[in-house]
């Protein structure tokens, strides 16, 4: 039976009924700004018209096959058919910049329909989604039959995620793809995603939207997250940010929810969130949700008892203003090197005031492989407790294209992305060290301040799109020190 919980004071619930009064407003939003059919074809032409000629073959996600869970299509697919059922392929053939498309679907069986329901048939996709719909039985005959008359073959390889790619080679489209090869030696065979990534780059009005609905929603999992009463376990706070998630309308989290408590939070992705919390704990709770098929990416890292120690404060405030430098420079035809660049270096001096490196400059032997003479900043020191970078796109995937990638590696209209500077300490990281001449020197120099902050992690991650108004924060949790301690002061009390 749960805890009886002490009624608060009436002028401490206001942070609560101003949580509650948003989540109401949001709840009785329209169903998402929903994207359009015709935006669909377009990103199709978009595609022929960069492949110029060939046959393009793309296959989406596969049923799932373990433990009956839900399907979601993969991003490449879902991006260009807006087809979101499983067992599907798309055939384009492009002549001149001008492409004719065909789906090939899986219908459902008789009995297979009374436990997952009925597919679109051939007739609703071709009503619906303005493709020409056959059966996948039927693609290998077809796809033959067309290699004669073209030189080169565009694929998307069906994996889940870009991150893991070179690790997921055993999908049907690509054990396809090995076929297709051997059997045609003449044809050319190129990787179509370079060309879909470009295109995906620059989100629309209607993909703006609703990543900036998850964003919303996932903030507000947050604020759950900040009023759990003296939590003692980290999934106590997964569960009061799912709930939320889920309650305000989002699909399932966006990526496996990160909560890491003490020592935790020192490792980036830890997401077992099964261990005990304690007073005086910092917790790094990264997670956030996907809407409509658009993910979001929020981080906050908050006090167990809900006041951070001296210390805390200063780690805090350091990364604080390193995502606030960064913010500053994250506008339209700023360049991204430049906002990486002032976050790094405002957190290199700051862990030099704090003892945490030799000097701003300083370098050391990394113990992972580093090219300090292309990219000397990788090897300087503040970088061993900093690890990761500060920016991706967000989008379809959690880690999306984005038009700062490439070309003069500015920011453009359209761009939906993160800032998430961090700081790792651990005396274990330490251990990690190679054992040289340099590294012996840095450790004598540092271990008194690193055992000050053991087993300290800081991060702090917000979403940001990019319109004709300007770059917005659309991830609008409490950041500031002051903000996430008062709204925590509101938490219920449970009576033992």
Known sequence: MPPFVAPRPAARRLPNLCTALFALALAALPLGAQIPQAEFNARRDALAAKLGDGLLVAFGGRTPVEDFGPFFQLPDFRYLTNYNEPDAALVMVITGGKAQSTLFITPSGARQQFYYGKRPDSLAVEQTLGMRARSAGAIESVIDSLAGSAKTVYTLADFAASDFAAQDSLTRGQQWERRFAAAHPGLTVRDAHPYVYQIRAKKSEAELALIRRAAEISAEGHRAAMLVPEPTKEYELQAALEYQFRRLGGARPSYGSIVGGGIRGTQLHYMRNRGDLKPGDLVVIDAATEYEGYAADVTRSIPVSGTYTPDQRLMYQLVLDAQLAAER??????????????????????????????????????????????????????????????????????HDPAQFYSGNRSFQIGDAFTIEPGIYVSTTMLDALPDTPKNRKFIAKVREAVIRFQNTGVRIEDDYIVTEKGTERISNVPREIDEIEALMRSRARPIP
């Open 329 to 398: 420079n994250s506008k339209v035809g700023m360049s991204s090197i430049a906002a990486l660049d002032s976050s790094e270096d405002v957190r290199a001096r700051g862990l030099a005031k704090l003892g945490l490196i030799e000097s701003v400059d300083a370098s050391i032997d990394m113990p992972w492989r580093t090219d300090c003479v292309n990219a000397p900043r990788s090897c300087r020191q503040a970088m061993f407790w900093m690890i990761h970078g500060i920016s991706h796109g967000i989008g379809l995937a959690v």
